[in-house]
């Protein structure tokens, strides 16, 4: 069981809007801006999309938007493109004795 | 351009040391912005960061509590890189393994990640 909650699964047709929520507790996600989303394809390590719950690196396209309220994140996929469909994953700082970084279990976009 | 290149054996067996190095291209191991990070996946666990080594006047390391008593991260100022060590692994050790870059200190943006190294533990 992962720390952070995801949904196994969504999907979407080509154009439409999707997405993905992420919960945790209020030792990480409803305490921190420490946010990230990450994008895995098959075969690839994860690639950074969303850091600091909202914010894109350069070269991610801006149809990929992060928020969050209370203790839930949420990654939004706009205008979806084939090329989307992936494994999406949520990371955030956890408060504890020590520092730690935890994980959502991942979710699996199908792009219909 | 950052890149990460790691090397290592893809099989371990049962009681002995998982050795992993991560080499460092277009930053350094030193660097007083970055952390440097080990992450594993597998399909049991999903993604569990493992420790991380990071230089601020001094070096630091911090370990994940489900392997800080088997675990070691080194860096290796000379070679621009570095290793984890994890000891006495057991086949729940199996996945692949992945060393990253974190460049935004207190963020956790890890931006830069290395190929990748499936590890086996069996004997």
């Known amino acids: 069981q992962s720390a952070l909650t995801q949904p196994p699964s969504v999907s979407g047709s080509p154009g439409q809007s999707v997405t993905i929520s992420c919960t945790g507790t209020s030792s990480d996600v409803a305490s921190y801006d420490r946010v990230a989303w990450f994008q895995q394809s098959p075969g690839t390590a994860p690639k950074l999309i969303i850091y600091e719950v909202s914010n894109r690196p350069s070269g991610v396209p801006n149809r990929f938007s992060g928020s969050k309220s209370g203790n839930t994140a949420s990654l939004t996929i706009s205008g979806l493109q084939a090329e989307d469909e992936a494994d999406y994953y949520c990371?955030?700082?956890?408060?504890?004795?020590?520092?730690?970084?935890?994980f959502g279990g991942g979710t699996k976009l199908a792009v219909l | 351009q950052v890149h990460l290149q790691q090397s290592g054996p893809g099989l371990v067996k049962p009681s002995e040391t998982l050795s992993l190095t991560c080499a460092i291209s277009g930053d350094s191991v030193s660097s007083n912005s970055a952390a440097w990070y080990w992450i594993r996946q597998s399909p049991s666990r999903g993604l569990e960061w493992l420790g991380r080594t990071y230089y601020r006047s001094k070096w630091y390391n911090q370990y994940a509590v489900s392997v800080m008593s088997r675990i070691t991260i080194n860096p290796d100022t000379s070679k621009n890189q570095f290793s984890l060590q994890l000891r006495s692994v057991t086949p729940e050790d199996t996945a692949v393994y992945y060393c990253?870059?974190?460049?935004?200190?207190?963020?956790?943006?890890?931006?830069?990640w290395g190929q990748g190294t499936m590890v086996t533990v069996s004997s």
């Open positions: 990371s955030s700082y956890r408060r504890s004795s020590t520092f730690n970084v935890i």
């Open positions: 990253v870059r974190d460049a935004s200190w207190g963020l956790e943006a890890l931006d830069i």
